[in-house]
């Protein structure tokens, strides 16, 4: 594995890692086990995933842990699945401290119930003095939910006469996004074999590179990340230009 973490040009990183992490329920079917099961060991996914990104040097990783459609899972699931976040957060604040990463979390926190709610906010505020990474948890997250949220904001601002309707961009709009001050991710991992992206991120992944594995979510570790990077470093990112344009002067990141 060190041989592989080797070959990863350090000065071509993305920026922004943003993760769907899919296949806990298919992985804990395969090994004779209940759903939560699956969820419980994607848990130490997370722990060597964000040890990974951190160990790069990379700014930013988004995790989507949870989506406004996940609410409609099972009771038994969804209560499970709640519980194990506040373990979670409680158990590994100090581990962020300790690596001087910053915790943040995008979505729609008035869903959560009041302890997990509650359990969110005091680690935000316990990691918010860090300058390391930047953690970011999509928690009752929906693209969808975000961009009428936004332009539901965009226009009671303009209906207050704080916006001008004709100067609207899509700066304006970003400003109104759960991700204001965070850079699009420019790669986009998805584990577990499906080909989508789920209502996640849908505005900033414009123009990101997507990576597809077969690997379940509790068994990706380090070296899948490492392959997925190497993989993002081979391709050229062009943005509407040519090849040409691209090499007089655009790089990675």
């Known amino acids: 594995m060190q041989d592989l973490k080797d070959t990863i040009d350090l000065k071509r990183l993305p920026r922004h890692i943003a993760i769907i992490m899919d296949g806990n329920g298919r992985w804990a079917k ?32 988004t995790l989507y842990a949870f989506s406004t459609e996940n609410w409609e899972r099972p009771e038994k699931e969804v209560s499970g699945l709640m519980d194990l976040l506040v373990d979670t957060i409680r158990k590994e604040v100090d581990t962020l401290n300790k690596n001087n990463i910053r915790l943040h979390v995008i979505g729609n926190l008035d869903m959560l ?47 207050a006469g704080k916006l001008d309707a004709n100067n609207i961009t899509s700066d304006t709009l970003e400003n109104y996004l759960c991700t204001r ?57 062009r943005f509407g230009k040519i090849s040409e344009q691209v090499n007089k002067g655009q790089h990675i990141g």
């Open 30 to 61: 395969e090994q004779g086990q209940d759903r939560l099961f699956g969820h419980y060991h994607g848990v130490e996914s997370v722990r060597n995933i964000v040890e990974g990104c951190a160990e790069l040097g990379i700014e930013y990783l």
């Open 113 to 159: 119930p009041p302890f997990a709610k509650s359990e969110m906010q005091e680690a935000l505020e316990m990691t918010s003095h860090n300058t390391g990474m930047n953690l970011v948890m999509a928690l009752s997250y929906s693209s969808r939910w975000e961009l009428v949220n936004a332009v539901k904001n965009i226009a009671l601002d303009a209906q």
């Open 181 to 237: 001050n965070i850079p699009d991710p420019e790669l986009m991992i998805r584990t577990s074999g499906d080909f989508r992206v789920s209502n996640f991120l849908l505005y900033q992944l414009a123009y990101t590179e997507l990576y597809f594995t077969e690997t379940r979510w509790p068994d990706f570790r380090k070296k899948n990340l490492y392959e997925a990077i190497l993989d993002f470093q081979g391709r050229e990112r």
